[in-house]
């Protein structure tokens, strides 16, 4: 029935079932390239024992004497946003991801931001929504490659590429699934997220991907420390400009809620942990009578911490980091609800990214490496790269299972980049949405309802006269206002999708509605949805309603008028006929929520059955 | 590993100086958020009065809106009728036999009545079904383009010719049909109009009503020169001015023709006239036999914020406009052609959506809640509204969403 189509939910089994499948066959992908690694690392492993014998063992153990340590900042930043980067892949495996990604987390984050940022992420919101299954799987494999590639490539190239990967996809991740962070829509605070967690994936990468020796004096972590205080007052005084809701709670049941106690209401009825949910509650009613107070608690704090790290003094600066991580601790905790939870987390939001890029900074600034100078030249002008594979491997034991686990890890990037770019590149939908709406094709064999219509020109028309060609039968209504149009527009597509074998396929829709049977209204019906040009396009009727009433129990559809001004209640199906003039398959035609994504779904779906029958022997 | 003394802070000015522009620069770009300039003024324009009624020597019909009024898919327009013989409205709608959410324009003349179904969602034209015999049987006529949304955009005359208002064309434009409502053609654009010597003078920026004065067809249009009335009759093949003279009180605003009611020997103008000030709002409506001699009302004035909901024929020659006033009540006026003054009705029920002609000489007033119609009648004689029927109509909510 028109309207009350079954609609696509978030968690619909059919395409839930999809997507665990993909992982599934992916994963062992994955997992035979796993075992191809055991197998490079004992071949490189053996080769290592050959070659090294005890005069190059003490030439490596002294040239490994001599090489410094990973710089410990880098190594925190390394190792901890490798770990987010595979918990970020693991949420992105949620079952509501395939669905629930485009309206819950990409359309949202975009909606009060300006056109420009919209048109910008529409663009992967209708990409992801017409290859849910493969754009899911591929944020799982691509995130969790990256982030086995930072914890297994320590350094050289391969880390300096971990860290590329991380702020390319970042910044990916950034425009598209946060919406430029939302610095571009009102009403955003620190404590909401700005300016996008991802964005300290991307800053953290970007220090990851800098040469070695950047990191060997405390000037890279004054920096650091300075663009962090740099944000942090900027921050400050966002909060603190008047007129943006922050400075008041709510003063009564019936007035409006402040800015900042509106969203810990709204993040407190979320689906969490009791405990967390109580605590929501308490920091909402606490800020709701305290509005003023609480705002001002954390301007000043932001500012304070700004003002610390841009001082470069020792002790401020200390100050600054621990009370700058504490205020990110309890902000994630009481305002970002661990960024997880409630709704489609994809990542624990910016607080932890935060409070980390604040302790590698402070790192980074007062435990530099203790090494010459000279060492430090002689590792930064020979890298490992330019020695010879053979002489890598003597000098470093570790460096067999580093590079087949790096490559490893690549590879798992390269599972998610491969089927995501090949879908992103299609222009049609993948049909498992068709599949959610209306359930598979239903395969049949029976001899095909005849039937003796006219066709919108007043021609006559009969099945027979078709046989020889595929023939899809549906009902429309030339006046419906919502399913009918693009139930047509999906035959139009699918015709389109044939290509040369349109030639060899009719489309024939059979009206539907009782009062309107004269071929003026197939005729406007024709021009309005573009379908005059359709040379395998009839559009029958009945040259008396009793005559249209027969078809319909022929083909076992039904049409009834509604009550109260709604739309005609009809079938809405697709019979395919094969050249043989026997049925061979039923389509449910709902076209759901009728989005271009579900009806391009529909379109491929209803092409590759088309070729089926015309194929079959 | 080896503790290296801190830098002496250097550039704290130029870092705060950072903060602060990106602040300003976050703040500008919230300010320009797209809720900016969304509601820009209606204030010039009159609300689209599509409730209405019309009567037929076998009875009067009315379509009203119905279900959930804030959602534009969840509200369903429906056609009540009710016999000249019985006090008991019914509802007809199933006759249009498709989704009603764009609303329904009503014409009438003698026995015939015509419906037209404004597009709503993907449907573009406009499906049209007549009747002769009191809804006993429809047939069906076919508007190619989408009526537009006025509720004289829509009228027949007795020799079976035809008028609507079309939204094909991006201005407007004005097709006619001889006889089976079925085949239309496009009789006169807005920008044609605005070519005459009329639209030179009234720079006409919409097509608002059709009409029929005897035989010849009739335009209104709403004008941007202010006093400037815009009525056409297309008289001898030719556009000619047919407007009346406006009361100097009204006569330094913008005028709209709001509607072009078909009486027994002429047509009704109902027109309004906003300004000189935005908020200064008032309707007037002018009778006339032959287009050339008129007899005006004085101007009805509108409080602020009150707009008219419905106007209509009732009784014959009395022209009923219903105003819904700030609070939210509405206020009901007569004007006869014989008085052409303003006479105010006792206040109608506040969910009254439109009048009707009543049985003997009786007014109904068709209110709606949601989905249910309340009839009340005033008889001549009384002094209040009495409940008469209430019906409850079955509406698919959400049979229309996508």
Same mark, same amino acid.
Not at chain 1, 543 to 560: E, I
């Given at each position: 029935m028109p309207g009350m189509n079954a609609g696509l939910h978030t968690n619909s089994p059919t395409v839930v079932a999809a997507f665990h499948r993909t992982l599934l066959h992916q994963g062992l992908v994955v997992a035979l390239l796993m075992a191809l690694l055991l197998v490079a690392w004992n071949v490189l492993r053996t080769r290592q024992l050959r070659i090294t014998g005890d005069a190059v063992d003490h030439r490596a153990g002294r040239l490994a004497a001599l090489s410094a340590p990973e710089p410990l900042a880098r190594r925190v930043l390394r190792v901890s946003f490798g770990l987010l980067w595979i918990l970020d892949g693991i949420l992105q495996g949620q079952s509501s991801m395939p669905l629930g990604m485009a309206p819950q987390v990409l359309q949202p984050a975009a909606a009060s931001s300006p056109t420009w940022v919209q048109h910008?992420?529409?663009?992967?919101?209708?990409?992801?929504?017409?290859?849910?299954?493969?754009?899911?799987?591929?944020?799982?494999?691509?995130?969790?490659?990256?982030?086995?590639?930072?914890?297994?490539?320590?350094?050289?190239?391969?880390?300096?590429?971990?860290? $590329?990967?991380?702020?390319?996809?970042?910044?990916?991740?950034?425009?598209?699934?946060?919406?430029?962070?939302?610095?571009?829509?009102?009403?955003?605070?620190?404590?909401?997220?700005?300016?996008?967690?991802?964005?300290?994936?991307? $800053? =953290?990468?970007?220090?990851?991907?800098?040469?070695?020796?950047?990191?060997?004096?405390?000037?890279?972590?004054? =920096?650091?420390?300075?663009?962090?205080?740099?944000?942090?007052?900027?921050?400050?005084?966002?909060?603190?400009?008047?007129?943006?809701?922050?400075?008041?709670?709510?003063?009564?049941?019936?007035?409006?809620?402040?800015?900042?106690?509106?969203?810990?209401?709204?993040?407190?009825?979320?689906?969490?942990?009791?405990?967390?949910?109580?605590?929501?509650?308490?920091?909402?009613?606490?800020?709701?009578?305290?509005?003023?107070?609480?705002?001002?608690?954390?301007?000043?704090?932001?500012?304070?911490?700004?003002?610390?790290?841009?001082?470069?003094?020792?002790?401020?600066?200390?100050?600054?980091?621990?009370?700058?991580?504490?205020?990110?601790?309890?902000?994630?905790?009481?305002?970002?609800?661990?960024?997880?939870?409630?709704?489609?987390?994809?990542?624990?939001?910016?607080?932890?990214?935060?409070?980390?890029?604040?302790?590698?900074?402070?790192?980074?600034?007062?435990?530099?490496?203790?090494?010459?100078?000279?060492?430090?030249?002689?590792?930064?002008?020979?890298?490992?790269?330019?020695?010879?594979?053979?002489?890598?491997?003597?000098?470093?034991?570790?460096?067999?299972?580093?590079?087949?686990?790096?490559?490893?890890?690549?590879?798992?990037?390269?599972?998610?980049?491969?089927?995501?770019?090949?879908?992103?590149?299609?222009?049609?939908?993948?049909?498992?949405?068709?599949?959610?709406?209306?359930?598979?094709?239903?395969?049949?064999?029976?001899? =095909?309802?005849?039937?003796?219509?006219?066709?919108?020109?007043?021609?006559?028309?009969?099945?027979?006269?078709?046989?020889?060609?595929?023939?899809?039968?549906?009902?429309?209504?030339?006046?419906?206002?919502?399913?009918?149009?693009?139930? =047509?527009?999906?035959?139009?597509?699918?015709?389109?999708?044939?290509?040369?074998?349109?030639?060899?396929?009719?489309?024939?829709?059979?009206?539907?509605?009782?009062?309107?049977?004269?071929?003026?209204?197939?005729?406007?019906?024709?021009?309005?949805?573009?379908?005059?040009?359709?040379?395998?396009?009839?559009?029958?009727?009945?040259?008396?309603?009793?005559?249209?009433?027969?078809?319909?129990?022929?083909?076992?559809?039904?049409?009834?008028?509604?009550?109260?001004?709604?739309?005609?209640?009809?079938?809405?199906?697709?019979?395919?006929?094969?050249?043989?003039?026997?049925?061979?398959?039923?389509?449910?035609?709902?076209?759901?929520?009728?989005?271009?994504?579900?009806?391009?779904?529909?379109?491929?779906?209803?092409?590759?059955?088309?070729?089926?029958?015309?194929?079959?022997? | 590993m080896t503790f290296r003394s801190l830098g002496r802070p250097t550039s704290l000015a130029l870092a705060l100086g950072l903060a602060l522009g990106g602040t300003a620069a976050l703040l500008s770009t919230s300010a320009s958020g797209p809720a900016a300039g969304a509601t820009r003024a209606r204030a010039l324009g009159w609300p689209s009065a599509l409730a209405t009624s019309v009567d037929t020597p076998s009875g009067s019909w009315a379509t009203v809106a119905m279900g959930h009024l804030r959602q534009r898919l969840n509200t369903f327009w429906q056609l009540l009728y009710r016999p000249s013989a019985s006090s008991d409205w019914s509802n007809q709608v199933k006759a249009t036999a498709t989704a009603t959410n764009g609303g329904l324009v009503l014409a009438a003349a003698g026995q015939t009545f015509a419906v037209g179904v404004r597009p709503s969602l993907l449907l573009r034209f406009s499906p049209l079904i007549t009747t002769t015999n009191a809804g006993a049987t429809w047939a069906d006529g076919l508007l190619d383009e989408g009526l537009a949304a006025h509720p004289n955009a829509l009228a027949i005359d007795p020799a079976g010719s035809a008028l609507a208002v079309g939204n094909g064309s991006s201005s407007g434009n004005v097709l006619d049909s001889a006889g089976s409502l079925a085949r239309w053609r496009t009789l006169v654009s807005l920008a044609s109009l605005g070519s005459t010597r009329l639209g030179r003078a009234c720079r006409p920026h919409a097509i608002t009503a059709v009409g029929f004065l005897g035989t010849e067809p009739e335009v209104g249009l709403a004008c941007s020169t202010p006093g400037d009335v815009g009525l056409a009759l297309l008289r001898g093949g030719r556009w000619t001015p047919a407007a009346p003279v406006l009361p100097a009180s009204a006569s330094h605003g913008t005028v709209s023709v709001l509607g072009i009611e078909p009486e027994a020997v002429g047509t009704a103008v109902v027109l309004g006239v906003v300004g000189p000030q935005d908020h200064e709002r008032r309707l007037l409506v002018s009778w006339t036999h032959n287009g050339s001699s008129w007899r005006t009302s004085p101007p009805l004035r509108l409080a602020t914020n009150a707009e008219p909901v419905s106007y209509g024929l009732a009784g014959g020659s009395d022209l009923f406009v219903l105003v819904r006033m700030r609070d939210g009540s509405k206020r009901a006026y007569l004007d006869g052609a014989a008085s052409a003054s303003w006479r105010p009705l006792p206040p109608p029920p506040a969910d009254t959506v439109t009048l009707a002609e009543g049985p003997r000489g009786s007014l109904d007033a068709l209110g709606v809640a949601g989905t249910m119609l309340r009839i009340a009648i005033l008889t001549p004689s009384a002094a209040t509204w009495d409940e008469t029927q209430t019906l409850h109509v079955p509406i698919e909510l959400g049979s229309s969403s996508p």
């Open positions: 910008v992420d529409g663009v992967m919101a209708t990409i992801w929504s017409y290859h849910p299954i493969s754009l899911s799987t591929a944020a799982v494999w691509i995130q969790i490659g990256i982030g086995v590639l930072l914890l297994v490539a320590p350094r050289g190239t391969w880390s300096r590429l971990a860290g $590329v990967a991380s702020v390319g996809w970042g910044i990916v991740v950034w425009v598209f699934g946060e919406a430029f962070g939302q610095v571009f829509a009102p009403g955003q605070s620190w404590l909401f997220g700005l300016p996008g967690a991802v964005l300290f994936y991307c $800053v =953290a990468g970007a220090l990851v991907a800098l040469p070695e020796r950047s990191w060997s004096t405390p000037r890279l972590g004054r =920096a650091i420390l300075r663009v962090m205080g740099v944000l942090f007052v900027g921050m400050a005084l966002l909060q603190a400009w008047p007129g943006r809701g922050f400075w008041h709670g709510q003063a009564s049941p019936h007035t409006n809620a402040g800015t900042l106690t509106s969203m810990l209401q709204q993040m407190a009825h979320s689906p969490q942990p009791q405990l967390l949910a109580s605590w929501l509650s308490a920091f909402a009613a606490f800020d709701a009578a305290h509005g003023w107070g609480v705002n001002l608690v954390v301007v000043l704090v932001l500012a304070a911490v700004g003002i610390t790290l841009l001082s470069a003094r020792p002790g401020l600066v200390r100050v600054g980091v621990v009370v700058g991580i504490v205020l990110c601790l309890a902000t994630w905790v009481l305002v970002q609800d661990l960024g997880v939870l409630g709704g489609v987390g994809t990542d624990p939001n910016s607080m932890i990214p935060t409070a980390l890029l604040f302790f590698a900074g402070y790192l980074a600034l007062t435990m530099v490496p203790d090494v010459d100078a000279s060492t430090v030249v002689a590792i930064g002008s020979t890298p490992a790269a330019r020695r010879p594979l053979r002489e890598r491997l003597a000098l470093d034991p570790t460096y067999a299972f580093r590079s087949a686990a790096a490559l490893c890890a690549v590879g798992i990037v390269l599972v998610g980049v491969v089927p995501g770019a090949a879908a992103a590149a299609d222009p049609h939908a993948s049909p498992i949405l068709a599949e959610a709406i209306n359930g598979s094709p239903q395969a049949t064999n029976a001899p =095909a309802p005849l039937f003796h219509l006219i066709d919108q020109y007043g021609r006559p028309v009969a099945l027979a006269r078709l046989r020889g060609k595929a023939v899809a039968v549906t009902f429309l209504d030339p006046v419906c206002t919502s399913a009918c149009p693009t139930i =047509a527009q999906e035959l139009r597509d699918a015709d389109e999708l044939l290509g040369n074998a349109a030639s060899k396929v009719e489309l024939v829709a059979i009206d539907a509605n009782p009062r309107y049977v004269t071929t003026n209204y197939l005729q406007a019906f024709d021009e309005e949805e573009h379908l005059t040009s359709m040379r395998n396009w009839l559009y029958l009727t009945g040259a008396t309603p009793a005559k249209l009433r027969r078809a319909w129990h022929a083909f076992g559809a039904y049409s009834a008028l509604s009550p109260a001004g709604a739309m005609v209640a009809h079938s809405e199906l697709v019979d395919v006929i094969g050249p043989d003039g026997r049925l061979r398959y039923l389509l449910n035609a709902d076209p759901g929520p009728g989005t271009e994504a579900t009806q391009s779904s529909f379109s491929v779906l209803l092409a590759t059955t088309l070729r089926k029958v015309l194929s079959a022997p | -």
